[in-house]
């Protein structure tokens, strides 16, 4: 791990799009104007029938592939892997007419195969730092441990958007956050077709 005088946090969501949970989060992070990095489901997106991809896009948040359909990739062979990639690329240019260079597998479990296949077209595998692992603690015990992250840099967290709560949390840990002199910032950069 890297350590810098500056402290970067950069909060992820898994899942996408997912309300209310997503819209909750939205709306914490423009609370505080913070941004985030939103990594997207292909099979949510695709039948998403609501505005909230073009407002992540919109606020500015960075935007990630996160697999089409969430199976675990080492339980499936390098041709079943990519089309899962390759599937959501096609769904988020269609929605949203934007080439992302950033995926996130499901689970944090990559092959060496398949990162060889990112590493080959350029795709940035964010894994994160820290899971807070949210989907089986409360909210209160999610706002501790983010309160009580140590004091390195970077720090990537990971949380679900499928979780209504964690609007609440980010509205109570954000604070406690800045006040331990850290700043936020979304992974990588959009890049808009048209």
Same mark, same amino acid.
């Given at each position: 791990?890297?350590?810098?005088?500056?402290?970067?946090?950069?909060?992820?969501?898994?899942?996408?799009?997912?309300?209310?949970?997503?819209?909750?989060?939205?709306?914490?992070?423009?609370?505080?104007?913070?941004?985030?990095?939103?990594?997207?489901?292909?099979?949510?997106?695709?039948?998403?029938?609501?505005?909230?991809?073009?407002?992540?896009?919109?606020?500015?948040?960075?935007?990630?592939?996160?697999?089409?359909?969430?199976?675990?990739?080492?339980?499936?062979?390098?041709?079943?892997?990519?089309?899962?990639?390759?599937?959501?690329?096609?769904?988020?240019?269609?929605?949203?007419?934007?080439?992302?260079?950033?995926?996130? $597998?499901?689970?944090?479990?990559?092959?060496?195969?398949?990162?060889?296949?990112?590493?080959?077209?350029?795709?940035?595998?964010?894994?994160?730092?820290?899971?807070?692992?949210?989907?089986?603690?409360?909210?209160?015990?999610?706002?501790?441990?983010?309160?009580?992250?140590?004091?390195?840099? $970077?720090?990537?967290?990971?949380?679900?958007?499928?979780?209504?709560?964690?609007?609440?949390?980010?509205?109570?840990?954000?604070?406690?956050?800045?006040?331990?002199?850290?700043?936020?910032?979304?992974?990588?950069?959009?890049?808009?077709?048209?």
């Amino acid at each position: 791990m890297i350590i810098s005088n500056e402290k970067i946090i950069y909060l992820t969501f898994d899942g996408s799009p997912n309300p209310p949970g997503t819209t909750n989060i939205l709306d914490s992070l423009e609370y505080y104007g913070v941004l985030g990095t939103f990594f997207m489901e292909g099979k949510c997106l695709a039948e998403d029938k609501t505005d909230i991809p073009e407002r992540i896009l919109e606020a500015g948040h960075s935007i990630g592939n996160h697999s089409y359909s969430h199976r675990d990739f080492s339980e499936l062979s390098l041709d079943e892997c990519i089309q899962e990639i390759e599937k959501t690329e096609k769904i988020i240019y269609k929605r949203l007419k934007l080439r992302t260079k950033l995926f996130r $597998p499901p689970n944090g479990t990559l092959p060496a195969e398949v990162r060889e296949y990112c590493d080959q077209r350029g795709i940035v595998v964010s894994i994160w730092t820290h899971s807070l692992r949210d989907f089986d603690a409360s909210p209160d015990e999610v706002v501790k441990r983010m309160a009580a992250l140590p004091e390195v840099s $970077p720090i990537v967290i990971v949380l679900h958007d499928y979780l209504p709560s964690n609007g609440d949390v980010l509205m109570r840990a954000i604070p406690l956050l800045q006040a331990r002199n850290f700043n936020f910032a979304a992974l990588g950069m959009n890049n808009r077709t048209e």
